[in-house]
């Protein structure tokens, strides 16, 4: 999955593009967040996107060994971030599955570290007590479970890989109450649907904790159920019914509904 974002310091924008138009300026924006989506890019595609470019504006970017064009500093926060990223689903991987050394069980820590914490940005250093599971100031650990880790992986991984405390305590206790394989289901039935908002998620895990769901199957029941109830509504369609074989008598009756047609004798 791509990643969306990538900093951005408008300070230093706004001093960078002060000899500029607005009109070099608008080009210059675009073509920072396309070098974020795309990659480094020829000049004949970056003058697809935006226009013709000034020499103010190409003196913005720079040439890669492929004869690329890109600008270094945006090139430098996106790698930085990428690095930063890339640490930090290693530490939600330790954090739900790294075995305890000590007694071979699995230790979780619920304090998922933002991207941007100071400490992380300035020192680039790792929390090795989040890792490891021992409790530092203001942390709380807890047990964690391979199942566990599992759906955390999969939500810090397609979802956000900074989950809110809140969001990891009500993760855990569905995951409690109807299995790992429902709420992974929840979660991409949501991205299915083009939603990657915990409160989305959140609303169908709802709605499977008032339904009584306790498995996958119970999920697939309930699926199917509905898919049923939403065919019947639909115009032209027939409700079903609760006996959809014909009684002895109607049979007869259509035999010899058929019998005179034909002109034969009942």
């Excluded at 790792?126 to 890792?131: C, F, H, R, T």
């Amino acid at each position: 999955m791509k990643d969306p974002a990538m900093l951005f310091y408008t300070a230093d924008f706004l001093t960078g593009v002060q000899l500029m138009g607005m009109k070099e300026r608008g080009q210059y924006i675009t073509l920072l967040c396309l070098q974020q989506q795309r990659g480094h890019m020829t000049q004949k595609e970056m003058e697809k996107a935006v226009g013709k470019m000034s020499g103010e504006l190409l003196s913005k970017f720079i040439r890669d060994d492929d004869g690329k064009l890109y600008n270094k500093r945006a090139d430098y926060e996106i790698k930085r971030r990428e690095a930063r990223s890339q640490r930090q689903r290693e530490n939600v991987e330790r954090r739900w599955n790294i075995p305890n050394s000590d007694s071979g069980s699995l230790k979780g820590n619920t304090m998922v570290l933002p991207l941007e914490t100071a400490t992380v940005i300035e020192t680039e250093k790792e929390d090795i007590s989040g890792v490891t599971g021992e409790k530092g100031p203001g942390e709380r650990s807890s047990q964690g479970d391979p199942e566990l880790g599992r759906v955390m992986t999969l939500y810090c991984n397609r979802v956000s890989l900074y989950p809110s405390a809140t969001c990891i305590e009500l993760i855990k206790g569905y995951t409690v109450e109807m299995g790992a394989d429902v709420v992974c289901h929840a979660i991409d039935k949501a991205l299915d649907d083009h939603k990657r908002e915990w409160s989305y998620i959140w609303g169908i895990l709802r709605s499977y904790h008032n339904q009584g769901i306790k498995s996958l199957d119970d999920v697939f029941r309930e699926e199917r159920a509905h898919q049923k109830r939403t065919d019947a509504k639909r115009p032209g369609n027939k409700p079903p019914s609760d006996n959809t074989a014909a009684t002895a008598d109607e049979l007869d009756r259509m035999k010899a509904t058929l019998a005179k047609i034909r002109g034969e004798s009942p």
